[in-house]
């Protein structure tokens, strides 16, 4: 059970985490998207100065790539080498670094300060279009038009590959395109248009809630979209397994219990005798029931301790294993993430505790009702 | 015996324990057994009473009943002159534990505990401190010429000396009655006398009333009172 719940929260933080860090924690968009220089909208957003720490402007256009023959579907993501680092947290999500005049320089930082020209690449995208650092790679995006029979024209261009991206979630690595703002624009053709501004708050866990008071305040046609709307779907099934894993686990727990009955019964078979002769000596129902209880909740703390420390051994080496391979295409990550949560520990803990108790009830009433007499009968 | 008959009973005034109509059957797959059949039956204080009779003539269970170990199926039982019938199970255990004592024709010591341990376990029910049960303990077995047993478990004792251990654990908690069933029963004839003179000087020196069963004639010849049942009656 402790693996269990560790793993699913461990997944469900590693998602919460991986849209977070790409998506920041409120989007402000409007339906045809809005001028950069959008002073009305600035001026709103001064109302949650103190609850909006970082404002960074985006745009997002699908697209095509190209690299040696391979050509894939992506998503553009132009942001503000600005402001960008203000919200989201891509520094420890690019993986390579290079050396640049004897000193180590990591991807991101090499992307800032490429003024324009250069992209970083999904991981899994770069593995499909066999990309390496520094090559270049062709990025096509349609246009509609009337003008072109077939209805819609393309925008070319080709950037250099300074980093690969871990985005933390299997569909963001490889589809994701990170590239300037200004470059996307321009490939675009769409002005100084932008898609949104992605907006980070000082409690992520209050996304919602600022999301709807932003909505109230822009009004129409401004909309609002928080980090966990973003993978409502997601979140919610991730929820719903830890629940539905947590009660099946628990059903195995309460299996287990029956032992703790069935081994308490014939305890007090066994112990007939002595009971009879504490009941004889002035022990009441209740205390002998007491007595047998406490022992069905000692058992179950030796129980839960023992259990707790397996599970948390296990945990450790389904953290540092290499072997368990998860494959990241189905469950969207590649490795079984682990975390453990208090919430968690306290829920195991008290369940299985619960159960423990519940199943010693039996055999604590059936040794309070022993008629005392039987038991000193015989020797 | 109507119900309206019972209820007019009154207990004998000055009675420690008495019995009034008890009656006690078992009742096996249809089948009802009377083995007791209104019996009458007063124990004064520091009296020492005998109850002899055949097996299976109701000696025990008259013990039990008095002894609140067991209820009866019709009939009262008083302790003085208080209907005790009527208490529930927490009031008859307390009581128990500190009006009564129980000695039987096998030890029935813990084997976990040791000698002294034993002794004081009624203590520790009665919610006397370690301190003082240890002490009342280890005094009441040295009074009982065990006080080199101390520290030994039940199996390392001989018959006689399990016997006495029992004894000291029945008197910890200074009770106002002793109930011995058949205490000399599994005793053999040396040890059985100088179980039945430790009863005798305990009874004089304690001031407790004794309610013994026993088919021991000689035993039996002792008290000041003996009892026969026959057939489920006096």
New interface residues.
């Given amino acids: 059970m402790v693996v269990a719940m560790a793993v699913v929260s461990g997944v469900e933080s590693l998602l919460k985490q991986a849209v977070m860090d790409v998506t920041g924690h409120i989007l402000v968009m409007k339906p045809v998207g809005f001028d950069r220089d959008d002073t009305g909208m600035s001026t709103k957003l001064e109302k949650f100065s103190n609850t909006i720490t970082g404002i960074t402007p985006f745009l997002h256009i699908e697209g095509l790539s190209a690299h040696k023959g391979v050509v894939s579907g992506v998503v553009l993501q132009g942001v503000d080498p600005s402001s960008v680092g203000s919200v989201l947290n891509l520094r420890n999500r690019v993986l390579e670094s290079t050396q640049n005049a004897g000193a180590e320089i990591s991807g991101f930082d090499r992307f800032l300060q490429a003024s324009q020209g250069s992209v970083l690449v999904g991981k899994e995208l770069a593995k499909k279009l066999s990309l390496s650092l520094d090559d270049d790679i062709t990025l096509i995006i349609p246009r509609a038009t009337t003008v072109h029979k077939q209805g819609f024209t393309r925008q070319i261009g080709r950037f250099k590959v300074v980093g690969f991206l871990d985005l933390g979630k299997y569909e963001f690595n490889e589809r994701y395109i990170m590239m300037n703002i200004q470059d996307a624009q321009e490939l675009a053709k769409v002005g100084k248009t932008i898609s949104g501004y992605r907006l980070k708050i000082s409690d992520p866990s209050k996304a919602q809630d600022v999301g709807f008071d932003i909505n109230r305040e822009l009004g129409h046609p401004y909309w609002t979209r928080d980090w966990m709307e973003v993978s409502r779907n997601y979140f919610s099934a991730v929820t719903l397994e830890k629940t539905v894993l947590f009660i099946v686990l628990l059903f195995v727990v309460m299996i287990a219990s029956f032992n703790v009955s069935s081994a308490l019964f014939v305890h007090v078979l066994r112990r007939f005798?002595?009971i009879s002769?504490?009941?004889?000596?002035?022990?009441?129902?209740?205390?002998v029931a007491r007595v047998f209880s406490l022992q069905g909740l000692i058992v179950g703390v030796f129980g839960v301790a023992s259990g707790l420390l397996f599970g948390l051994f296990l945990t450790k080496l389904v953290e540092i294993s290499t072997w368990l391979y998860v494959p990241a295409e189905i469950y969207k990550f590649d490795h079984l993430p682990i975390e453990l949560r208090w919430l968690d520990w306290l829920l195991i803990i008290s369940a299985s505790l619960l159960l423990c108790w519940v199943s010693s009830l039996a055999p604590a009433r059936r040794a309070s009702r022993m008629?005392?007499?039987e038991g000193?009968?015989?020797? | 015996m109507s119900e309206e008959t019972v209820e007019s009973y009154q207990p004998t005034l000055g009675a420690l324990l008495e019995a009034r109509n008890v009656s006690k059957v078992y009742t096996s797959t249809d089948v009802a057994v009377p083995v007791l059949k209104d019996v009458d039956f007063a124990l004064q204080i520091n009296e020492a009473v005998c109850i002899m009779g055949r097996s299976g003539a109701g000696k025990s269970t008259l013990l039990h009943i008095l002894g609140t170990l067991d209820a009866p199926t019709e009939g009262k039982v008083y302790y003085k002159e208080e209907d005790i019938t009527k208490w529930d199970d927490t009031q008859l255990s307390r009581f128990r534990n500190v009006k009564m004592g129980f000695v039987f024709q096998f030890h029935h010591l813990l084997s976990e505990f040791t000698a002294l341990e034993n002794v004081m376990l009624p203590g520790q029910i009665a919610g006397l401190s370690l301190e003082t049960c240890e002490s009342k303990a280890k005094s009441l077995l040295s009074e009982l010429g065990l006080s080199h047993r101390l520290s030994h478990w039940p199996a390392h004792l001989s018959g006689g000396e399990q016997q006495r251990v029992a004894i000291a654990r029945a008197l910890i908690c200074e009770p106002e009655v002793l109930f011995a069933d058949e205490p000399t029963g599994n005793l053999d004839s040396k040890n059985a006398l100088a179980l039945q003179e430790l009863l005798f000087e305990l009874l004089e020196d304690k001031g407790f009333s004794l309610l013994t069963v026993t088919h021991d004639q000689a035993f039996a010849k002792r008290f000041t009172r003996v009892l026969t049942l026959r057939d489920g009656r006096f």
């Fill in positions: 005798s002595d002769l504490l009941r004889t000596f002035g022990m009441s129902q209740k205390s008629n005392p007499v000193i009968r015989y020797e």
